[in-house]
């Protein structure tokens, strides 16, 4: 009788652990053939934020924007509230200044650059220039040729480069920065901070390096999109047809004519954009897990936040 009872209690304990393993479990299948849709989404993974509390906080707000260090602001009427990522309403944050920032200024026909306290650093010498980043700034000369100055002032890439990579604002980012080289073709390359091309290789669409990786497009009939790393290999490579944007937060958006999708580090597919969404600024950019969005049709004019599963704040309990 003891050995019998044993016996069932064992397998009562496989079957309740195996029936515990099968629940978590990954679901089976890839983004890139299936929509992913956004109640399947990690629901066992605690989420850093209360996207529902969100949804009530900012519901009827008309502005928006991203969250940064645990807090974002919004406009309802004339008053402009602050919120933190569980929806409570919050003090303004004291604001931040970088003592080392230099941003461009124009004066009396030339532009220098001055420091956070607005004292000039840098003289009124240029006849175009941009603010510094990542230690490097554009800067122009009276024929409008570009070259780049550090932050101590000194020319360390001379006047060469007759028009700009107009898509991203020829700005340093991760230690490189899109030139164009052809402009008859209007191609691009990457040069590191001395000036020399970081790799092999010429691009009829450029993006900026974050996270790693950079957009682009290459050359020739058999053209292909997708990301490169700091080598140049082409690391995530999309379907004719598509392109994308830079990653942040660990995401990325791509698109083709109206659909868009957001994917991930590998290149998989997280879902499908809402198509009834427009987005704010010139992409879908995701901070500290969530993005600022619009809605345009039955959603006309309402801004809302959206996660990395495809929820959207004025979307939430909707089928």
Not at 290 to 298: D, E, R
């Amino acid at each position: 009788m003891k050995k019998n009872l044993f016996t069932l209690l064992l397998l009562c304990a496989v079957t309740i652990a195996a029936c515990s393993s099968k629940k978590h479990q990954s679901p089976t299948g890839t983004a890139d053939s299936t929509i992913m849709a956004a109640d399947t989404a990690e629901a066992t993974v605690e989420e850093p934020y209360n996207l529902e509390a969100i949804a009530k906080a900012i519901e009827g707000c008309t502005y928006l924007y991203k969250f940064e260090d645990g807090v974002a602001f919004m406009n309802k009427g004339d008053e402009r509230i602050y919120i933190d990522l569980q929806g409570r309403k919050v003090e303004r944050p004291a604001i931040k200044k970088d003592p080392n920032a230099l941003i461009a200024k124009y004066k009396d026909g030339k532009y220098g650059f001055v420091d956070s306290e607005d004292k000039l650093v840098i003289p009124y010498q240029y006849d175009f220039a941009v603010d510094f980043s990542d230690g490097m700034a554009l800067v122009c000369d009276e024929s409008s040729r570009i070259g780049y100055i550090n932050t101590k002032g000194e020319l360390v890439i001379p006047y060469q480069y007759d028009n700009p990579a107009e898509r991203n604002g020829n700005d340093f980012h991760e230690g490189l920065c899109a030139v164009m080289v052809d402009d008859e073709h209007e191609w691009f390359s990457y040069i590191d901070k001395t000036g020399k091309q970081a790799f092999p290789g010429v691009f009829s669409l450029d993006g900026d390096f974050s996270e790693g990786m950079a957009a682009v497009r290459t050359t020739g009939e058999d053209f292909r999109s997708g990301y490169i790393d700091h080598s140049g290999k082409m690391v995530i490579t999309l379907p004719q047809g598509w392109w994308g944007r830079k990653f942040n937060d660990g995401v990325a958006q791509i698109q083709k004519a109206d659909s868009c999708f957001i994917i991930d580090k590998t290149g998989k597919r997280l879902f499908q954009v809402n198509s009834d969404i427009v987005y704010f600024g010139n992409d879908i950019t995701f901070s500290e897990g969530l993005a600022v969005v619009i809605g345009k049709g039955k959603y006309e004019k309402k801004w809302g936040f959206m996660d990395k599963s495809g929820r959207i704040t004025f979307c939430l309990g909707e089928n």
